[in-house]
């Protein structure tokens, strides 16, 4: 069955950086487009980022783009969201996501808290 376990966050000071990491199994991982979504507290859940399965386009819009770099290692079925210059409306759960037959996947997320 599909897993995705996100790993990565932490508490960091306003201009820090995070290197999110998201392990899949469970299916052909290098085939799909995979996401990068975050929640934060009593707002609904955004996309952050997306990479095609071949790595030939990403999608870092919004107020993430130029700070916020989306990567895979399909090797290894590893999906990455390099975070910089963080900013504390950063702050929320982050998950990785994958679009397959019909449903979206989900993984548990990881917290990423911006503060000084």
């Known amino acids: 069955q599909v897993q995705l376990v996100e790993s990565g966050g932490g508490l960091v000071q306003p201009g820090g950086s995070l290197r999110l990491s998201c392990a899949a199994s469970?299916?052909?991982?290098?085939?799909?487009?995979m996401s990068w979504y975050r929640q934060a507290p009593g707002k609904e859940r955004e996309l952050v980022a997306a990479?095609?399965?071949?790595?030939?386009?990403?999608n870092n819009g919004g107020d993430v783009k130029g700070r916020f770099s989306i990567s895979r290692d399909n090797d290894k079925n590893l999906l990455y969201l390099q975070m910089n210059s963080l900013k504390p409306e950063d702050s929320g759960v982050y998950y990785c996501?994958?679009?397959?037959?019909?449903?979206?996947?989900w993984g548990q997320g990881t917290q990423v808290t911006v503060s000084s």
């Open positions: 990479i095609g399965s071949g790595n030939p386009w990403k």
């Open positions: 469970g299916f052909g991982f290098r085939h799909y487009v």
């Open positions: 996501s994958v679009f397959q037959e019909s449903r979206r996947y």
